[in-house]
């Protein structure tokens, strides 16, 4: 296949990845089919339902609006870097779980990215501000109202400095 | 058997978390996207941009000849090799393929597919395919289509009509004319749809050596291995369904059995695995997936009292140039026709009419939501002909508790409730004398304010009585659903279900359900699922089945692996098996505790010491239960007279909106649903799916349609204009519960995946409306836009002027 | 949805992106946030034969406040802008008009220079452009040529940037005076969405809250952007009493000249137009001109925001 590769380098969940990608991949592509790191999602490919949603340096953005050209020499988060280092649940995530904040899973990457990116800037949202910033992350399965719950939650133990039991409640 | 009234649940109904969460937080959910077989290939599709025309010519060399294309497929080749896909009603004229042959008959539908390395490629060599159209006369408009001398859709079939026919059930004419009063209304139900954040995907290898198409999917669809094969005139054991591929959101519409007839011919043709992942433009426009699209003529005969004594529906449905299952979306509602009130007598007149758009898929609730808005405007026009309040005239027709089960002119029981509790928890709730007060006060300064009520039905249970009902030709009576139930060698437990899910927690339900039966902690539980061809049967979650068919059939199967522990008991305990008490597993004999065995000692004997069990017990300790639907099994009346879905849960909606008299915005202030779906087994994910329905809803209310040109173009075919609410557009939401078991499940559950959906739409259009009331306004189609909107209150403003 | 292929360039300076410009401008298209831009090349609605990438510039990434003006890096994303206090004590509207911006997400990547740009009729930031008259720098391997915004916006999705221009730099007029208050606001379907019309004002008043400088516009109505100097002009000297805002608000909507589509009608858009007109006006003055308790209200100047927003 002739189209023309590019090299990059990005910093994927913390570990650096290189590569050669076309031109017209874009990141979420990129990182979904090349790098297997499939927690990040495809709704729309035109930056409307936010499944594609990730960190860029830090920040949430639509990863299907970036071709992985543009993403060499900067440091991508995404559903599989929001964990703790020793692999458990982040709070958010684990709230998510305790607030079942998704059903079918499939915006819930995005969402977590959103969320997290929320409580990252904003330690104590209101549900305003939580709708707010995910106000770009489409749901069909949840009508949103335990994602602002889970992530209200989240944020109250995050301030209280809690450190409940991580993993998995008595399921 | 029903555990009985007042029985305390230890699992069921308890706030638990979910099993399928931790996963999906994690991204490690399994898409059919994320699945990549070894030498996969990619698809893209050729959609025609005319809705009605001939082909004349498909050039497809220049595609073929760029590097990394393996293959171009159109309809000559493809309709020749395969069957056509299967219709609900008795149509065989009608004819449907992936593929447009000779004609395409709506603008998006698929002309060629392309097979390539890459899906970049496959949309390169997509757009060099050259396609010579001969436009032919189009009908847009469903009326039009229905009258004499239209374009027709498939000429073959002589008319563009799909189903026709008038239902009478009771006196209907004669409560016509001896009611005080009648009125007529017509409203329109806008075509939108579920249209999940996932597209419908599929991939499919084929095998030579074992003769096995497997097939990856983003599936919510019965009989669809069965259909597949048929339809690729494959054997049915040569078609293998991987079940355990997570579904992200289907709410009906993942019915991709023409794709996934493409992709397996394909696999099959070229001997390599082949995928299709719609994007959101095949999706939108060539997927097949849009939902009802209707025009219903209501007439209602009513007593100066307010008491309903007949209704008349008229329903004309726009299914699309095709139809699989979409006609049958207007007999589902026949299981609810008079809604959750006293009306004795009800004539409904179907029709299902076909036209040069995209075609109808199956949506939540399979006609149940546009049915119930209807019904519940007419019940709102009623109230106010008459000077009446709207909830005292429902108060007064709402069947009452002592009244069930009750009988419907068309033939169902509804099995229990308690509307008018709800109704109360709901009112109370939202603190109904103080809003109303609000909402004056909100007028008084100049604003416009109004409640919206519904009281809705929920039919559950999924027996699709009404395909033999809308085609006596298909005698099916069987709605079946499985479970098989494994304790293995550990003495750990594993429960299989044979069909795939798309976030209604059935693994949950599952386990938890087994858990409660056996009385071990569903958190130990897993869940699987088999594929088809080591499958038991099963219908999938349709008709808010899953919890009724599958939470009693996970519980039948459970509740023999019991029967099998204490008969290991009794025969090794010496006693009977009446005098064995099992408590968590353990088993001991009545009165003497000491005399007794734990479920690691059970499990050992069934599993390893034969010398042990009891004669004619089969070794291991596994049980399957395969049931039939609670009250099903019949065919219609030639009257049309049948049972349909045997469980009825029971919402009602109160919402309160206020309108910018300037600007025309609507804005959803408050918004209480009372919900009885019988017991709920898992109540997070009973609620998370009611908040998800209202949702849906309101975006059929208020902002989401399909909008089709004269041209017959899909105007709205992206995100950017298809516009789904995002949690600025949904509302704070609360649910009030209210529990009437169902005296024919297992633990009194009733279905609820449909819940929040068949009565938000009818609920936000009454709460619109009441604050239209004071000009003198209504506007009975929805989508309600805020053009619409401006366009009623300018009108208002000009005629008071 | 796989953009046509193209080839891609990094630029290191805003001289390389404009030689390349210089080369190929027809068949080059610069990319920066690219919200706008991508979901196009998605739909192979553009089909750029080389994408060069100015992200990387940080010459182009700057906010620089001056004595009376702003100078803003075209690259700068709009999350930067939207955080940046010292600009929203100079140049309130910008913050304003970027609230109603897409999204976090969407303003976390999108630049100013992108969205003035891309020009699209109903986009905030060339509204506010518009009616605060800033001046686009374009630069080219010819040099800089400051183009007014009224210059700029030539039509929808169109500029005054020639194939072979860049542009580099945006310039924001502070108004002097301590008593300028501006205001944002539109109607669109969905929060976040394009708007069906936006409005935005900015005006100056004295002591005596009468008004010394004024300028309003609508976004939506029209081919572009569009600011109503003359009728702007009939605000001067007056307390922008009710009478007065409406006239002046009435006579925009009549000017304009808006389109049907899915979304709104034209007669809609025009009836949003002098409602919001009105709606931004009086909110500016509200924020120029908070009357001390020994002046009374006059009768009629209630507080505009007690409406439904």
Redesign the interface.
């Known amino acids: 296949?002739?189209?023309?590769l590019?090299a990059i380098s990005v910093v994927v969940n913390g570990m650096e990845r290189k590569a050669q990608v076309?031109?017209?991949?874009?990141l979420v592509?990129w990182l979904?089919?090349e790098l297997?790191?499939?927690?990040?999602?495809?709704?729309?490919?035109?930056?409307?339902?936010?499944?594609c949603?990730i960190m860029?340096d830090g920040?949430?953005?639509?990863s299907?609006?970036?071709?992985a050209?543009?993403a060499?020499?900067h440091r991508v988060t995404?559903?599989?870097g929001l964990?703790q280092p020793d692999g458990s649940?982040s709070v958010l995530?684990?709230s998510?779980?305790?607030?079942?904040g998704?059903?079918?899973?499939?915006?819930?990457?995005g969402m977590?990215i959103?969320a997290q990116?929320?409580l990252d800037a904003t330690p104590h949202p209101s549900?305003e501000q939580?709708?707010?910033?995910?106000?770009?992350?489409?749901?069909?399965?949840?009508?949103?109202?335990?994602?602002?719950d889970a992530v209200k939650h989240a944020a109250a133990r995050l301030a209280e400095g809690s450190l409940s039991p991580r993993g998995?409640?008595?399921? | 058997m029903i555990v009985g009234e007042g029985t305390a649940f230890r699992y069921i109904g308890k706030k638990?978390?979910?099993?399928?969460?931790?996963?999906?937080?994690?991204?490690?959910?399994r898409?059919v996207?994320?699945i990549?077989l070894p030498g996969m290939k990619h698809v893209a599709l050729v959609a025609s941009p005319y809705p009605s025309a001939r082909i004349l010519s498909i050039r497809t060399q220049a595609a073929l000849a760029l590097?990394?294309v393996h293959y171009v497929l159109t309809g000559e080749e493809f309709c020749a090799a395969t069957d056509s896909l299967a219709i609900g009603v008795d149509t065989p004229k009608v004819t449907r393929y992936a593929l447009a042959k000779d004609v395409v008959r709506y603008a998006g539908e698929w002309v060629a597919a392309v097979v390539a390395?890459t899906r970049?490629?496959a949309e390169d060599a997509a757009e060099l395919i050259e396609v010579d159209y001969e436009p032919t006369p189009h009908v847009i408009d469903p009326e039009q289509a229905v009258a004499a001398g239209s374009p027709l859709v498939h000429p073959a079939h002589g008319s563009n009509v799909l189903f026709h026919r008038r239902f009478v059930w009771g006196p209907v004419e004669q409560a016509f004319a001896k009611a005080e009063h009648q009125l007529a209304l017509r409203v329109r139900w806008g075509r939108s749809a579920?249209?999940?954040?996932?597209?419908f995907g599929v991939a499919a290898q084929w095998d030579p050596g074992q003769q096995i198409l497997d097939v990856w999917a983003s599936i919510q669809m019965p009989k669809y291995p069965d259909q597949a094969a048929r339809a690729l005139r494959l054997p049915g054991n040569a078609v293998r369904v991987h079940y355990d591929v997570?579904?992200?959101?289907s709410?009906g519409v993942k019915r991709g059995i023409k794709h996934t007839v493409l992709v397996g011919y394909l696999a099959r043709r070229l001997g390599m695995p082949v995928r299709l992942?719609e994007?959101?433009l095949e999706n939108m426009r060539g997927g097949d997936a849009h939902g009802p699209d209707r025009v219903f003529d209501m007439q209602v005969a009513f007593d100066s009292d307010g008491t309903l004594t007949a209704l008349k529906i008229r329903a004309l449905d726009d299914v699309g140039a095709y139809a699989g299952r979409a006609p049958l979306q207007l007999g589902k509602p026949v299981s609810a026709i008079c809604g959750p009130y006293r009306i004795a007598a009800v004539e409904y007149e179907p029709t299902s009419v076909m036209t040069h758009k995209t075609p109808q898929e199956a949506v939540r609730g399979f006609g149940q939501s546009p049915t119930n808005f209807a019904l519940e405007r007419t019940i709102d026009h009623v109230a106010r002909q008459l000077g009446m309040d709207a909830i005292e005239l429902r108060r007064k027709n709402l069947i009452r508790k002592d009244e069930f089960p009750y009988r419907i002119p068309s033939g169902s029981s509804y099995d229990s409730g308690d509307y008018h509790t709800v109704l109360d928890k709901a009112l109370a709730a939202i603190g109904y004398p103080a809003l109303v007060a609000e909402r004056d006060a909100a007028r008084r300064a100049g604003r416009l304010a109004g409640i919206g009520i519904s009281t809705c039905l929920e039919p559950s249970g999924g027996n699709s009585a009404f395909e033999p009902l809308f085609n006596p030709k298909n005698d099916t009576t069987t709605w079946m659903e499985s479970c098989l139930v494994r304790v293995d060698l550990s003495g750990a437990i594993t429960g299989v279900m044979n069909t795939s899910s798309?976030?209604?927690?059935h693994e949950s339900l599952v386990s938890t359900v087994i858990g409660e039966v056996l009385e071990r902690d569903?958190?130990g539980i897993r869940v699987v699922r088999a594929d088809s061809l080591s499958a038991l049967p099963s219908n999938s979650p349709v008709g808010s089945r899953m919890a009724i068919m599958l939470g009693g059939a996970a519980a039948g199967a459970a509740r023999k692996i019991k029967e099998t522990l204490i008969e290991i008991a009794a025969h090794n305990l010496h006693c009977t098996t009446e005098t064995i008490e099992y408590h968590d597993g353990n088993v001991a004999v009545r009165g003497h505790p000491e005399q007794c065995m734990t479920w690691d000692q059970l499990v050992a004997i069934a599993h390893r010491k034969f010398h042990q069990m009891p004669a004619g017990l089969e070794p291991g300790l596994q049980a399957k239960f395969v049931w039939e639907v609670p009250t099903g099994g019949a065919l219609p009346t030639a009257d049309g007279v049948v049972q349909i879905y045997p469980c009825y849960a029971f919402e009602t909606h109160i919402v309160y909106v206020e309108i910018d008299p300037e600007t025309a915005k609507p804005s959803l202030r408050k918004y209480v649903c009372g919900h009885d779906c019988g017991v709920m087994i898992n109540p997070?994910?009973v609620?998370?799916?009611?908040?998800?329905?209202?949702?849906?809803g309101i975006g059929a209310a208020l902002y989401e349609k399909f909008a089709y040109t004269e041209d017959g173009q899909l105007e709205s075919g992206?995100?950017?204009d298809y516009l789904?609410p995002?949690?600025?557009e949904?509302p704070?939401?609360a649910i009030v519960d209210h529990c009437t078991p169902s005296p024919l499940t297992t633990f009194g559950q009733k279905g609820s995946g449909e819940a929040?959906y068949l009565g938000a739409p009818a609920a936000v259009a009454n709460a619109i409306n009441d604050a239209l009331a004071p000009l003198g306004a209504s506007i009975e189609t929805l989508p309600i836009t805020q053009d619409d909107l401006w366009r009623v209150i300018e009108t208002a403003k000009s005629s008071t002027a | 949805?796989?953009?046509?292929?193209?080839?891609?360039v990094?630029a290191a300076s805003v001289g390389e992106a404009c030689e390349l410009l210089r080369q190929d401008g027809d068949a080059i298209k610069l990319?920066a946030g690219?919200?706008s831009l991508?979901?196009m090349?998605?739909?192979r609605l553009a089909r750029p034969s080389r994408?060069v990438?100015i992200?990387?510039i940080a010459g182009l990434k700057f906010v620089a406040p001056e004595a009376d003006v702003v100078r803003i890096g075209a690259c700068t994303r709009q999350?930067v802008l939207e955080r940046d206090d010292a600009l929203a004590a100079r140049v309130p509207l910008l913050r304003q008009a970027l609230a109603w911006v897409?999204?976090?997400?969407?303003r976390?990547?999108g630049t100013i220079g992108g969205s003035l740009a891309h020009a699209d009729p109903a986009a905030e930031l060339p509204l506010a452009a518009q009616v605060l008259s800033a001046r686009m720098m374009l630069r080219s391997t010819a040099g800089v040529r400051a183009v007014p915004a009224n210059e700029f916006f030539t039509g929808p999705l169109a500029t005054a940037l020639e194939p072979h221009e860049c542009l580099e730099e945006i310039h924001w007029q502070v108004w002097p005076g301590h008593r300028t208050g501006s205001a944002f606001t539109e109607v669109s379907r969905r929060?976040?969405d394009f708007a069906i019309v936006a409005a935005a004002a900015q005006v100056t008043v004295d002591d005596d809250g009468r008004c010394t400088r004024a300028s309003f516009g609508l976004g939506g109505g029209g081919q572009t952007p569009l600011a109503f100097p003359g009728l702007a002009a009939h605000l001067l000297g007056t307390r922008l009493d009710a009478a007065i805002v409406q006239s002046v608000a009435k006579d925009a909507a009549i000017e304009l000249d808006p389109g049907n589509d899915l979304h709104a009608s034209a007669g809609y858009r025009k009836r949003l137009a002098a409602v919001l007109a009105a709606r931004v006006l009086h909110a500016a003055y509200e924020k120029a001109f908070t009357p001390s308790p020994a002046l009374p209200r006059k009768a009629g100047e209630g507080n505009v925001l007690g409406s439904t927003q």
């Open positions: 296949m002739s189209e023309k590019y076309p031109a017209r991949l874009t592509d979904r089919e297997r790191l499939t927690g990040t999602h495809v709704g729309c490919e035109h930056g409307i339902c936010g499944a949603s860029l920040e949430p953005v639509r299907c609006l970036m071709y050209v543009l060499d020499g995404t559903v599989e964990a649940l995530q684990d998510f779980c305790q607030l079942h998704l059903q079918c899973g499939y915006c819930t990457p977590l959103a990116g929320l549900d939580i709708r707010e910033a995910i106000g770009g992350n489409l749901c069909r399965c949840t009508g949103y109202q335990q994602i602002v998995r409640g008595t399921g | 638990r978390r979910t099993k399928e969460d931790p996963r999906f937080v994690m991204g490690r959910g898409f996207a994320d990549a590097p990394g390395d970049a490629i579920t249209v999940p954040i996932e597209t997570d579904v992200g959101g709410y992942i994007d959101r798309s976030g209604q927690g569903p958190a997070d994910i609620h998370g799916m009611t908040y998800g329905g209202i949702a849906h992206t995100f950017m789904i995002s949690a600025m949904v704070t939401i929040g | 949805m796989k953009a046509a292929s193209f080839e891609y990094r990319i690219g919200q991508v979901p090349m998605a739909m994408l990438d992200n990387e999350c897409g999204h976090v997400q969407t976390n990547r929060h976040g």
